[in-house]
Structures are given as structure tokens and as C-alpha cells.
């Protein structure tokens, strides 16, 4: 049974600038990117991933995000995130002087972390905690996330211990959360209640942030057991889209727009506006040219509006 307090409100992270676009094949314009974000933060958004500073041979998607961040619009309301792997791409990152946040990952199994960022897991939570010490350095924070948390494409079942052990190292380095990623989506809501309990316990006082991948259709249900089990902070891709180019099989995040809806719906305050984000999941798909897979989006609106006005 959970000892998590009631949930009243989370943090919402809007992740489809990059984690929703690495992915896909199709190069999307600079300007398309900008326009995401701007439409992400029209709807509420206030933390957004907004690129990697990856190699761009590997992840040609990202290779213009010195442009996206020079094109950044000026926000001191909003955070803007930048996803590095390691102390050269941080370096990036803080050289243009728009990343407010440095996104560090580690992973939770060897084969994974070798294909991810050629290095061991080991060695990809000593990088992890470098990352957040040189963003502190610069006058940034960091937040810091372990990838393949619920299971890997390469060893399959990942072990609880071995992730609560990482993230109570991560903690020591003082980033602003601990995430624990479903890179495959193979979680299921019982071993979500479990591990985000024993993680919270392990890296109390920080958060505990969830990011989950939809790619068995278990998404929305983690997210639910997560924020029931005292996961303060949730990631989101608008549309549904996403995927991992280093993980066999990894499809799309879970929809920004059906966790915002999912979560108001039951009590629980995310900040953001979910008309304005049905909005921008339609321009999304129109820029993508086919429809995506989130699901609010494609139903009629729920409540009505003319019965939104007579209450």
C-alpha cells in the first residue's frame, strides 16, 4: 500500500521537441521546432526539453540545436532544458547561453549504456553526477534521469535494487530531480507503484521524476500508479510521438495532452491548458503529415464548452 500523500498537482515537462522528434525520419525544419515550443509554452508548459546536444551523425535530427536555442524566445518564466550525454555536450549546451538545465542520463544496465553513450552504467552515473557538478559550476541546475529503468532491448529484466542503488548515487551530486525513464515501455503499474516508492525513499528530499514510453499501450496506467505512489514530476511528448534511436523497439511517449487530461480529470493540477495543447497535438500532426498517436486529440471535446458556461 502506498505512503505517498493524496496527489493534489504535479510538474508537467513537455519533452517533444526532443525526445518526441530524435526519432523520426523525416528532418523537421528549425522553425517547425520553435513553433513547438512556442505552442507547448502558450499551453502551459513552463519545463521544456528543448533539443540534445548529441552527435549529429548518430541523431542527425538534432544537429541544429545551436539554432533552436538561438531562436529560443526570451521566457524567464519558463525553464529550458538540454539533453547532453556527456561533459562535451554540456559544454555546448552552457555555451550558448539559452539551456537553463542540463539533462544527464545514465542507464541502468551495461549493454544498453555501451549502445546509448558507449559507456558502462557504471561509468554513465560517474558522468551523470560530472554533468550536474559542472551545470552548478556555470550557475545552472541539472536534473538527471535513468534510462531502461523498468527493463532493457539487450539484457531484458532490469533489477529494483540496481536502479534505487543508482539513484541514491545520482542524489549525492545534488541534481534538481531523480527520473526513472521506461525506454521500451515495458513497465506495468505494480512494479511503478514499487519502484518510484523505493526511489522516493532513496533520494528524499529530491523529486522523483516518471517518463514513460507507451509502446505496449501500459503508459497513461504508469503514469497513474507513479503519481499515486508519490512521483511529483511528469514527462510528456505532445502527440504521442517519440522513440530511442539506440533501443530496439522503443516507440512513442506517452501524449502530453492524454496525461494533462487524464490527471484534471481525476483531481490532480498540471498547470497546463489542455485546449490550447489539443491545438498544438493538431498542428503537430499536420507538420508530421499523419495523424498521431495520442488520443485526445482525435475524440470530441469532453465537457462540452456550452456546458462548461452553464455551470
Known amino acids: 500500500m502506498s505512503t505517498a500523500p493524496s496527489p493534489t498537482a504535479i510538474e508537467f515537462v513537455e519533452v517533444g521537441p526532443r525526445d518526441g522528434l530524435q526519432n523520426e525520419k523525416t528532418l523537421i525544419s528549425t522553425a517547425d521546432k520553435l513553433a513547438l515550443i512556442q505552442l507547448a509554452i502558450g499551453a502551459g508548459a513552463r519545463r521544456i526539453e528543448v533539443t540534445s546536444f548529441v552527435n549529429p551523425k548518430k541523431v542527425p535530427q538534432m ?40 539533462g544527464a542520463v545514465c542507464v541502468a544496465t551495461d549493454r544498453f549504456a555501451m549502445a546509448n553513450q558507449g559507456q558502462t552504467s557504471d561509468e ?10 559542472l551545470a552548478k559550476d556555470h ?73 514513460f514510453h507507451n509502446t505496449r ?37 506517452v501524449p502530453s495532452e492524454d ?20 491545438e498544438a497535438s493538431h498542428w503537430l500532426a499536420g507538420v508530421m503529415d499523419r495523424k498521431l498517436p495520442g488520443m485526445v486529440a482525435q475524440a470530441p471535446v469532453f465537457p462540452k464548452v456550452e456546458e462548461l458556461n452553464a455551470d
Open 63 to 102: 544537429a541544429d540545436a545551436d539554432a533552436v536555442c538561438a531562436g529560443l524566445p526570451l521566457r524567464d518564466d519558463v525553464t529550458y532544458i538540454g539533453l547532453v550525454m556527456n561533459l562535451r555536450g554540456a559544454e555546448r549546451a552552457l555555451a550558448t547561453g539559452r539551456i537553463d538545465q542540463l
Open 124 to 133: 554513465s552515473v560517474e558522468a551523470a553526477k560530472a554533468i550536474v557538478a
Open 139 to 211: 550557475g545552472r541546475t541539472a536534473q538527471v534521469t535513468i534510462g531502461a529503468s523498468f527493463g532493457c532491448p539487450f539484457e531484458g529484466e532490469v533489477s529494483e535494487d540496481r536502479v534505487v542503488a543508482m539513484a541514491a548515487r545520482l542524489a549525492e551530486a545534488g541534481p534538481v530531480e531523480v527520473a526513472i525513464a521506461d525506454t521500451i515501455g515495458v513497465g506495468n503499474p505494480a512494479q511503478v507503484t514499487r519502484l518510484v516508492e523505493r526511489v522516493r525513499q532513496a533520494v528524499n528530499p529530491l523529486p522523483v521524476r516518471v517518463h
Open 217 to 253: 499501450n501500459t503508459g497513461l496506467a504508469n503514469v497513474w500508479a507513479a503519481v499515486a505512489a508519490g512521483a511529483s514530476v511528469v514527462d510528456g511528448a505532445l502527440g504521442g510521438l517519440g522513440g530511442c534511436p539506440f533501443a530496439p523497439g522503443a516507440a512513442g511517449n
Open 259 to 278: 496525461v494533462v487530461y487524464m490527471l484534471e480529470r481525476a483531481g490532480v493540477s498540471t498547470g497546463m491548458d489542455l485546449a490550447r495543447m489539443v
